[in-house]
């Protein structure tokens, strides 16, 4: 997937749902943990050195899973490259369960299945399609049936 630095480099500077200094080993073989700051912004993981203020790198939190590891470490691993993980510390098994959490919400696809369960209730109960006063009802990313890449 194509990105435009200054258009990612804006995107890192919103606010973050979630964000905290964190141990961080990259995929490569012999790469060692560092310290970065890690903010959640949308559905990119960026990480900062933490004397700078643009950052090292991003995750783009798509067709990837997300696993504790151990009580206090996860790993976030591409679904086409699961052999390469990135693994990142926390001070605590509970913030390393606020990440993982935070991180699988974090996907679209999540957010896409969420909506498609909520309008499956909203329909039982109302008898309505929440979406047809968008205009947006009939469309391929919003019918169950319909699979994404």
Known sequence: ?????KEL???SKQPSEKAAELGMRGPKKGDVVKRRLVKLVINFLFYFRTDEEEPAGALLLEQCKVEQEEPMAFSVAFLDESEKKYLF???SSEQCQEWVE????A???FMRRSLMFYRS????LTGKDPLEQYGISEEARF???SQRP
């Open 1 to 5: 997937m194509r990105f435009n630095e």
């Open 121 to 124: 209730e909203i329909h039982k």
């Open 9 to 11: 480099l804006c995107i």
């Open 102 to 105: 935070s991180l699988t919400r």
């Open 89 to 91: 510390e926390c001070e």
């Open 143 to 145: 019918q169950v049936s």
């Open 107 to 109: 996907s679209y696809e």
